[in-house]
């Protein structure tokens, strides 16, 4: 049953007041890309490590094994969430599905998921949702709702390959070379749609749908989204990503820092998705982190200009946040 308008107004008016006092949030990419790191086979990415499976073109016959290996017994929901109070922020947005199409709760749509597929067998989105209500951090969720390197109709297809950015062709063009015969919409009705449904029935009060890389998506799929997103979570934020210039709130490109006020789209709010690294998902060779100096510097540089400051950290296999990251994020919060 659809909440009435007038509730839905006076609600989403208060979530969009929070979110342009939040001005701080945690980003986490986690998934089964930590487990080879970057590195596959001898060979290292230069790019981001989460796009690993893209890069070094690994067949889901061989990628999706590694779910088997992936034990985060180090994985601590409350410290997540203890550490983004710690750093005074007021959100975090954690990767339920990202492009290698593994789910980090558990789905009913999908076997190829943290619970059914490793034997780890918990659902860490259950336990961040507890963890962060525990600590008064809102809790929002990160979801690629078309590139889906795990699904032969998977889109990215009117991406094409970009390999300067990230390293490989956007679509699964590897085991599903030919890109003429995917139809998204399969896709989208199999598995996207069912999956947004439980993220946004299973975990209670979230603040944000994050959606991703918009590329094949009908300007009638993303509103039906949107549309889902405020149905069954009225007080949730969708951001521009899911396409067709739709959502609640503009994000800014990846690590992209504006000189001054945010423009060029007709949103009110903005967020600036940024690495603390030079990755999102975990890489082990990665130790290019900003200091807390330069963090303040830029989260103080966005808030003046409107915009919250989303920074990002990618837990390992273990599940441990890198220990820099943490130490970053403990000072960045004791210098306020």
Same mark, same amino acid.
């Given at each position: 049953?659809?909440?009435?308008?007038?509730?839905?107004?006076?609600?989403?008016?208060?979530?969009?007041?929070?979110?342009?006092?939040?001005?701080?949030?945690?980003?986490?990419?986690?998934?089964l890309?930590?487990?080879p790191?970057?590195?596959?086979?001898?060979?290292?990415?230069?790019?981001?490590g989460?796009?690993?499976?893209?890069?070094?073109?690994?067949?889901?016959?061989?990628?999706?094994?590694?779910?088997?290996?992936?034990?985060?017994?180090?994985f601590?929901?409350?410290?997540?969430a203890a550490?983004?109070?710690?750093?005074g922020?007021?959100?975090?947005?954690?990767?339920?599905?990202?492009?290698?199409g593994?789910?980090?709760?558990?789905?009913?749509?999908?076997?190829?998921?943290?619970?059914?597929?490793?034997?780890?067998?918990r659902?860490?989105?259950?336990?961040?949702?507890?963890?962060?209500q525990?600590?008064?951090?809102?809790?929002?969720?990160?979801?690629?709702?078309?590139? +889906?390197?795990?699904?032969?109709?998977?889109?990215? =297809?009117?991406?094409? !390959?970009n390999w300067? *950015?990230?390293? @490989?062709?956007?679509?699964?063009?590897w085991?599903?070379?030919?890109?003429s015969k995917?139809?998204?919409?399969?896709?989208?009705?199999?598995?996207?749609?069912?999956?947004?449904?439980?993220?946004?029935?299973q975990?209670?009060?979230?603040?944000?749908?994050?959606?991703?890389?918009?590329?094949?998506?009908?300007?009638?799929?993303?509103?039906?989204?949107?549309?889902?997103?405020?149905?069954?979570?009225?007080?949730?934020?969708?951001?521009?990503?899911?396409?067709?210039?739709?959502?609640?709130?503009?994000s800014?490109?990846?690590?992209?820092?504006?000189?001054?006020?945010?423009?060029?789209?007709?949103?009110?709010?903005?967020?600036?998705?940024?690495?603390?690294?030079?990755?999102?998902?975990?890489?082990?060779? +990665?130790?290019?982190?900003?200091?807390p100096?330069? =963090?303040?510097?830029l !989260?103080?540089?966005? *808030?003046?200009? @409107?915009?919250?400051?989303?920074?990002n950290?990618?837990p390992?296999?273990?599940?441990?946040?890198?220990?820099?990251?943490?130490?970053?994020?403990r000072?960045?919060g004791r210098?306020?």
């Open positions: 049953m659809l909440h009435c308008a007038h509730e839905r107004t006076v609600s989403f008016m208060d979530a969009k007041t929070w979110f342009k006092e939040a001005k701080f949030g945690l980003m986490i990419h986690w998934g890309y930590c487990l790191a970057g590195d596959w086979k001898g060979r290292r990415t230069p790019h981001i989460e796009w690993s499976q893209a890069f070094f073109r690994i067949p889901c016959a061989e990628y999706h094994p590694l779910a088997k290996a992936f034990n985060p017994i180090y601590n929901a409350d410290e997540f550490l983004a109070a710690d750093a922020m007021k959100y975090l947005v954690i990767t339920a599905k990202h492009h290698e593994f789910a980090m709760y558990h789905s009913k749509v999908s076997s190829f998921n943290i619970v059914d597929a490793t034997p780890f067998k659902d860490v989105i259950e336990e961040l949702a507890a963890a962060c525990k600590r008064g951090i809102r809790l929002g969720l990160y979801y690629s709702q078309e590139i +889906d390197w795990s699904h032969p109709h998977g889109g990215g =297809v009117g991406f094409g !390959r300067e *950015n990230v390293g @490989g062709s956007w679509t699964n063009d085991d599903f070379p030919d890109n995917k139809n998204y919409t399969i896709c989208y009705e199999e598995k996207i749609k069912p999956q947004v449904k439980e993220i946004l029935t975990y209670g009060d979230l603040c944000v749908i994050w959606f991703d890389t918009p590329s094949d998506i009908s300007p009638a799929q993303s509103k039906e989204l949107v549309d889902m997103v405020h149905h069954y979570q009225p007080n949730c934020l969708v951001n521009s990503r899911v396409g067709n210039g739709m959502g609640d709130y503009a800014l490109g990846d690590n992209e820092i504006p000189e001054g006020e945010a423009s060029g789209q007709n949103f009110e709010l903005w967020e600036a998705p940024c690495t603390l690294n030079d990755t999102w998902g975990y890489k082990s060779f +990665d130790n290019n982190w900003k200091n100096e330069e =963090v303040i510097r !989260r103080e540089h966005l *808030n003046a200009h @409107g915009i919250n400051y989303l920074l950290v990618g390992d296999y273990l599940g441990r946040i890198p220990v820099p990251a943490m130490d970053i994020l000072e960045v210098r306020g």
